[in-house]
């Protein structure tokens, strides 16, 4: 079948691109719960958070439409994972409102039937 890291070109930069922007937006996630978390977070943080998650938003929004033009991989796979890291831990931001596109792809990943097999559900 397809693999998931093209072999070289374009194609192989896109995915490591697509890749380390899911990955690296998964950690800022993470962080982010974390700081809120804390007993006294810090305003300024937060906001550094809050404006790193518009910026990633935004980039995913106007790079949605080559995300469903092009074979499913570990780019896919690492931005998918972000969303729904997102959902799961940050639902009350309603980030679909702002990138329909997005929220179109990512419905679609969500559809996948091998994304279905492994979804979390908090216990």
């Known amino acids: ?19 380390a922007l ?5 950690g800022m996630l993470v962080l982010w719960r974390g700081e809120r978390a804390q007993e006294a977070p810090s305003a300024a943080i937060l906001e550094g958070f809050a404006r790193k998650h518009a910026a990633v938003l935004a ?11 092009t ?3 570990i780019g896919h796979i690492a931005i998918g994972c972000a969303l729904s890291y997102l959902d799961f831990r940050f639902a009350a931001l309603g980030w679909r409102a702002g990138c329909p596109r997005l929220a179109e792809w990512h419905a679609g990943f969500c559809a996948r039937p091998s994304v279905r097999a492994t979804e979390h559900v908090d216990a």
């Open 22 to 26: 899911g990955t690296g937006y998964c």
């Open 1 to 19: 079948g397809p693999k998931l890291f093209p072999p070289s070109g374009p194609a192989r930069i896109a995915a490591l691109r697509r890749q």
């Open 71 to 73: 074979p499913f991989g």
């Open 59 to 69: 980039a995913l929004e106007a790079e949605a439409p080559a995300l469903a033009a």
